[in-house]
């Protein structure tokens, strides 16, 4: 990848430098026919010398030179100064010989503020000068003479092929320098960002690249940094899943495996053993029942469970006082309550509070958190339902001063098949779906089921449920 950029930028800059090449012969051809045009345009291309002179210096017409911004000089064999008209004419009468080569030299001089075109008279013995101020030099020339000697021809030809031979030279060491390093600027980050690729590609889902740069190629380097995150969760959250997954059969299979085998077992003593005594039948007929009715609400709340989690489930709800339902279920748990030697605390507001909800659904969320409170606290436990209404929402607690959830516990709490007791006991006869199930009823009607911090014995729920 990277040669081939740094072809590319080479090809690329020494087409450009073709191009430049090819610029500067056009200026050259521009500037021989601005010189040719100046010819015709400026005033000193206008009245030359040579339409000037005359064999008689008094017979010269000066009138249109000095009208026009120029001067006029007559200056005779012995470098007197015959005639001087015009602004910028020489105010000397007389020179000296070395004065007037000073003065030849000067006039050809190109940094000079004047335009000086002087030309011998034989005939007459003098020299006319006709100067203009010079506005703009515009002087360039390409002369090819063949008269001139065969040699100086030749040494000529190598000056010149010498000088655009040199030229070139710098032009494609400049460019393959600025190609070189103009490619570097581009291959280094791509190659940066290709290495991350090939790590991401590889299972290297923490590969990052930092370029260090302010350009297109540090929001690119953002972007492939964000898509490497978002991967990096995508994995982690599918490796949780699966693993969660794995989890979830293992739970199921035990919790199915241990009331069926059960079933079986019994079933099959009873097949096998005729003589067993009518109380031996109705003591194995109870353990099968019972085993029958685990494995059923097991299964039962599975297929509750798998429903809330797809996209289809939805509520049947309508327009309800939250505290008088609260009031009702309330009741219905009392006598559970006080079958298990359970103490009972009930605050709900006497006013109306409405919301949507689901009386069934919302039904089963307070009696799965009964249940919680029932299965694993001992008698003597006191359980405390509150409700307060505050800025659009109610805000239920279900709070018990029981032996409370162990803290190796709480974040895990409300994930399916998850209890407080590991030996998964059927004394207490708990699937570990319960909270998982009231979260998910919650959750549907827009609100949200947590376990608050409870100072102290036992354990609080918090449920917020929006009212209307």
Known sequence: MKQGISRQFFAHYLVVS????????LAFAFLSIASQISSSVFAKSRFPASALIRDDYQEIDVSPVVESGGSVTVIDKDYRVLLSEGEHALPLKQLTAEEFTDFLVWSKYKHSAFHHDILYNPE????????????IRIDFA???NTKAA???LGRAALILGSALGAYLL????????????????ITGPLRRLSEGARRLREGDYGARVDLNLKNEFAELAHTFNGMASRIEQEI????????????????ISH???????????YAEHLCTSPDLSREEWNRYLSVIRQNSHRANRLLTE?????????????????????CETLRQLCGELVPQLEEAGFSYEFHIPEESVYALLDRNRFSRLIQNLASNALRYNPPGTTVSVSLNVSRGQAALTFRDDGIGIPSHLRADIFKPFVRADNSRSPETGGTGLGLSIAKRIAQAHGGELSLIDHEGRGSAFFVELPII
């Open 236 to 251: 982690a959250l599918r490796r949780k899943s699966e693993e969660d997954r794995r989890r979830l059969i293992l739970d």
């Open 142 to 144: 390409f002369i090819l």
């Open 124 to 135: 007459g013995q003098f020299w006319l000068v006709v100067s203009f101020p010079a506005s």
């Open 18 to 25: 073709a191009l430049v090449l090819l610029s500067i012969a």
């Open 302 to 322: 599975l297929f509750e469970l798998s429903q809330m989690d797809s996209a289809q489930f939805s509520l049947n709800r309508e327009k309800v006082d939250l």
């Open 255 to 265: 919790d199915l495996k241990n009331p069926l085998s059960s079933i079986q077992g």
């Open 170 to 185: 710098v032009v494609l060491t400049f460019t393959g320098l600025y190609s070189t390093v103009t490619a570097a600027q």
């Open 150 to 152: 065969a040699g100086d």
